[in-house]
């Protein structure tokens, strides 16, 4: 997607909402493309950053908001001797 600077400047919210969830997002002024909006995790691929093994671990969803319910039905029958 590409916005001009005076559309990024107005509607900046949009345009990282579209980063985020879309990629990158161009900037230009008067036809030239002048800069990108990249979602951080890009930025920081880019820049060669890694995480490390516990900071990955915590930064996933909390267990509030994990959906751990079961299905209410049983698994089907297997019949082990079929699958000799």
């Not at 600077?5 to 030239?32: F, N, W």
């Not at 890009?42 to 908001?65: M, N, Q, W």
């Amino acid at each position: 997607m590409s916005w001009q600077v005076q559309d990024a400047k107005q509607r900046l919210s949009e345009v990282i909402r579209a980063a985020h969830e879309e990629g990158p997002q161009i900037v230009t002024r008067h036809g030239q493309e002048v800069a990108v909006v990249i979602d951080i995790s890009d930025y920081r691929r880019l820049k060669g950053e890694t995480v490390g093994f516990k900071e990955y671990l915590l930064s996933g969803p909390g267990f509030d908001e994990l959906d751990l319910t079961r299905q209410p039905e049983l698994p089907p029958d297997v019949d082990w001797a079929a699958q000799a």
